[in-house]
């Protein structure tokens, strides 16, 4: 029998503990270190929930923008990808059984969520995803889609969870937190969180099966909208092949094939 194989895409702003971008979430804020200690022990609580469940060959990718995930403190068991630039696909390859998506939060503009954004929360306004306005849950899994791979398990605050089930049914969920505004939410223990993440990461995987992997039809078209302090930056990307400028904030990307799509954005 070949090895299990597991991906796990992290980022630090959906994990319990962690409040505001500022003190939490960048590398010049107080409480830094503390969110990465806590990021790390919620994704080492989900690989030994793998590990149980006969999971040995694990890859955790640090997604978020400072950096999240405590290399030192990480699970033994498992690899880390991180630095930047994260080229993609992020190390997805066919051949991995399923993926894990820990510390997730919403799509920008979501109602009651907590740290929301998508993939910047200074720069980028809105994206669109083949008519379907999408935040980082959708694009991590339609990427895992790519190769086959099924997105069994989501970490992150009550919206980012709620996401996810609007897109792949099934896939199993822990609300670490809800945000009662943008910048303010009621958090789970950690120690809470950790339990309930190793239990569903067991069920998940045990239940990978009966859950598909999220697969995005092509032609994909993706519409990027830039906030108007970085408008400058859909003029920079409306100067690359098969970019087009929509409006004075947007581009659009049309490509047959997904990855090349999130190529020329990325």
Not at 130 to 149: P, Q
Request: with cysteine; aromatic share 8%; net charge negative.
């Amino acid at each position: 029998m070949g090895k299990m194989k597991i991906w796990i895409m992290t980022d630090l702003e959906g994990v319990a503990g962690v409040f505001s971008f500022e003190e939490h979430a960048s590398s010049k804020g107080r409480f830094y270190d503390l969110s990465r200690r806590l990021l790390t022990q919620e994704v080492n609580a989900a690989i030994e929930g793998a590990i149980e469940v006969g999971f040995d060959d694990i890859l955790v990718v640090d997604g978020h923008g400072d950096g999240g995930i405590n290399a030192e403190e990480l699970n033994p068991d498992a690899k880390l990808l991180s630095g930047r630039p994260l080229l993609l696909p992020w190390g997805l390859e066919k051949g991995f059984d399923a993926a894990f998506v820990i510390g997730q939060h919403a799509m920008a503009g979501t109602e009651k969520a907590h740290l929301s954004h998508t993939e910047s929360h200074v720069s980028i306004q809105n994206v669109w995803m083949n008519g379907r306005k999408v935040g980082e849950f959708s694009i991590i899994a339609s990427i895992a889609g790519y190769f086959d791979v099924p997105t069994v398990l989501v970490t992150g605050d009550k919206a980012a969870c709620r996401e996810a089930l609007s897109i792949i049914q099934g896939i199993e969920t822990v609300a670490v937190k809800e945000g009662l505004s943008h910048g303010a939410a009621i958090s789970i223990s950690p120690s809470r969180s950790r339990s309930l993440i190793k239990e569903k990461a067991k069920s998940s995987l045990l239940n990978k099966d009966s859950i598909k992997p999220y697969k995005v039809k092509p032609p994909v078209e993706l519409l990027i909208e830039y906030t108007e302090a970085y408008k400058a930056s859909a003029e920079h990307m409306a100067s690359k092949p098969s970019v087009e400028k929509v409006d004075s904030r947007t581009v659009r990307i049309r490509e047959e094939d997904l990855l090349t799509a999130f190529r020329k954005w990325f």
